[in-house]
């Protein structure tokens, strides 16, 4: 058995003095990702800091209209005003787990949550993310649910939430507090490709800890679709799923979002699929034109190279639902 130190703080302050004193500290939240990984001996923290009993698991509304939720809430039930606001959110949030896993998973900790590669976490198998310099087991073995864009040789794992792809699109920032104070990111910034070190799964610094993530206000009118395909009906992680916001001016498309999950080791902006809809009526054809633009760049390996096809038949579905067809 591999020990540790368990630290329970009881404020934000002491959280970060405990984690920035020592480079093998590892937060908890919720547990429901972070246990799995120390029981299964992929994680081997000196120090385990419990940070569930921090003030931070208010939802509150903002001056502007935005909504600012607390790291520590949990993923359901959630707030009514969340609900009717953002129901992207919620839609991403009910296809994630089950009601039960949801109750005891934290907003903080479903977005930094481990890739669900199976490579990390058998230990017998070489891993970059968990043991740098290894190599990577998908590389030549299974890599049938591994990215399409942005993989290298080095890691080829997606992230998992489906909270992250969907606030992506709604343009929310994460509140971060750390040994220097506090500071902001979009959540589209918060992850990182794997490049040559993917052990580095965020940008984080040490030390650091996110308070809560800020949603900006809904435009009126907003068309939303959180879709998700995966193997089994039950609640599975995504092959593919899209997220998208889309903002309509005189029956064209003003403004658009779309973000991609199951595809990278971040979700993934499909940013030419954006510009495909942009200025034109929301109808099936503009629809098949983004689908075809988000498949665009994917670099596929012939265990996954359906992916490419899933990419676009399911931005092309979400879109056609938030049109209302």
Known sequence: MRTFHYSRPREVGEAVELLAG??????????????????DGVRAPSRVVDIGGLPLDRVTRL??????????????????????????LAQALASGASPQIRNMATFGGNLLQGVRCPYLRT???????????????????DSAHHAVFGATKACLAV??????????????????????????????????????????????????????????????????????????ASFAFALVSAAV?????????????????????KPWRATGAERALTGRKLDDGAARAAARAAAEGAEPRPDNAYKVQLVSRVVRRALNDAGGR
């Open 22 to 39: 020592d480079p093998r500290a590892r937060v908890v939240a919720g547990g429901t990702d972070q246990v799995t990984l120390l029981r």
């Open 63 to 88: 001056p502007d209209g935005g909504v600012r939720i607390g790291a520590l809430a949990r993923n359901a039930p959630l707030d009514e005003t969340v609900r009717e606001h953002y129901p992207l």
């Open 123 to 141: 230990t017998e198998f070489p891993c970059n993310r968990r043991d740098p310099g290894s190599g990577c087991a998908a590389v030549a073995g």
């Open 159 to 232: 992230h998992p939430s489906d909270l992250a792809v969907a606030l992506v699109a709604l343009d929310a920032v994460v509140r971060v507090v750390g040994p220097d104070g506090r500071r902001s990111m979009p959540v589209g910034d918060l992850h990182r490709l794997p490049g040559d070190a993917p052990q580095r799964e965020h940008n984080l610094g040490h030390g650091e800890l996110i308070e809560a993530v800020e949603l900006p206000p809904q435009p009126p009118g907003r068309r939303v679709r959180y879709l998700k395909f995966r193997e089994r």
């Open 245 to 265: 916001a889309v903002d309509l001016r005189g029956g064209a498309v003003r403004r658009a979002r779309i973000a991609l999950g199951g595809v990278a080791a």
